[in-house]
């Protein structure tokens, strides 16, 4: 493939959809949601930052999705109305969890060891 960055989006996009199907199935564990949204986090930051190693987007993914679940322990007015749309709800969250960390660094893990020994050989 000539852009391989495709590879990524296509990820992505798969990524997203299996997300969205997570929530909806009852007998999947919420936490394969939180495992999901780090997975999508790592690819998106990877798509913009294609030319960094993938130990600093893993760093930087895990950052974002650390922040976003301290962030849920703030409990303003103005971010809870924000977190009651179907935007805030999916990007916010709804409360602070230590397990959605845990997800979080699982998901992260698991991207960065997939790209590792996958995406890098498929277009290098």
């Known amino acids: 493939m000539k852009n391989p960055r495709i590879h990524y989006i296509i990820s992505l996009i798969i990524v997203v959809f299996l997300g969205i199907i997570s929530r909806k199935i009852n007998f999947i564990p919420l ?42 322990l703030y409990q303003a007015d103005w971010i809870i109305t924000l977190r009651e749309t179907l935007f805030g709800r999916y990007v916010l969250g709804q409360g602070f969890l230590w397990t959605d960390l845990v997800a979080y660094t699982f998901g992260v893990a698991f991207s960065f060891i997939i790209e590792k020994n996958y995406f890098k050989k498929s277009h290098l």
Request: net charge positive; charged share 10%; proline share 2%.
């Open 31 to 72: 936490c394969f949601g939180d495992f999901l949204y780090a997975v999508m986090i790592y690819i998106l930051i990877r798509i913009f930052l294609f030319k960094h190693r993938p130990f600093q987007v893993a760093i930087i993914s895990l950052l974002i999705c650390y922040s976003i679940e301290i962030l849920q």
